[in-house]
């Protein structure tokens, strides 16, 4: 066995079986997520769409894509004929641009909204408020082409785990509350390599796994 199914193999051990894993592939080498693919994994996440798209040339096609990172408006068009799920939907006009791409293909993508959840200034995200104003507008009621099926959210950096887990809690919160209200939301994306086992206590439903898996990265992002 090479390490990438070792570390495949004592992730999902540790998972609940309900909890969906993104394994998190970015600036890894198509051989790498060959490894990860003949180890049975077949979700894949990446949070750039040009690597993403090169890689799904290259790849066999029963892997779902997960696009995890920020998406720029203009870049819908290129992972529109494949992607699965898009994690980090920030605003209504990016909601709009991946209906009518996924128009075009006639099919329909998952999309998460990606709540702001960390202390830092810098993070991507919506605030609830804000979350809300998308998933209840009548205008995304007659997108065809997406679905709205979750949330997202990345903690702040930090080793304080009590930090991490009152964002966790406050997410989850949310997500619980607006999941007894709307049938089509059923994902919680919450928990990396460094903080997964804290999210799943705090109701994950889908890991993003990338460094525990693949080993650390060359260049960060
Ligand atoms: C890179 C990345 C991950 C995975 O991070 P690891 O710490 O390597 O597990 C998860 N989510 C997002 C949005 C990422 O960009």
Known sequence: ????????ERIRKSLPKEITLVAVSKTKPVSDLMAAYNAGQRIFGENKIQEMTQKWEKMPKDISWHMIGHVQTNKVK??????????????????KEINKQAAKHNRVIK???QLKIAKEE???GLHEVDALDILNSEEVSTF????ITG????????????????E???????????????????????????DYKLAIKNG???VRIGSSIFGIRNYSY
């Open 1 to 8: 066995m090479n390490s990438i199914e070792q570390n495949l």
């Open 168 to 194: 966790f809690k406050k997410i989850h919160l949310f997500y619980k509350f607006q999941k007894s209200k709307n049938t089509l939301l059923k994902t919680l994306s919450i928990g990396m390599s460094g």
């Open 111 to 113: 999309c998460l909204l």
């Open 204 to 206: 994950s439903t889908m």
């Open 144 to 147: 065809k082409n997406v679905d």
């Open 78 to 95: 290129y992972m529109a004929p494949y992607v699965d799920t898009i994690h980090a939907v920030d605003s209504l006009k990016l909601l």
């Open 122 to 124: 810098s993070k991507f």
């Open 151 to 166: 949330f997202m959210g990345m903690a702040t950096f930090t080793e304080d785990q009590k930090q991490i887990e009152s």
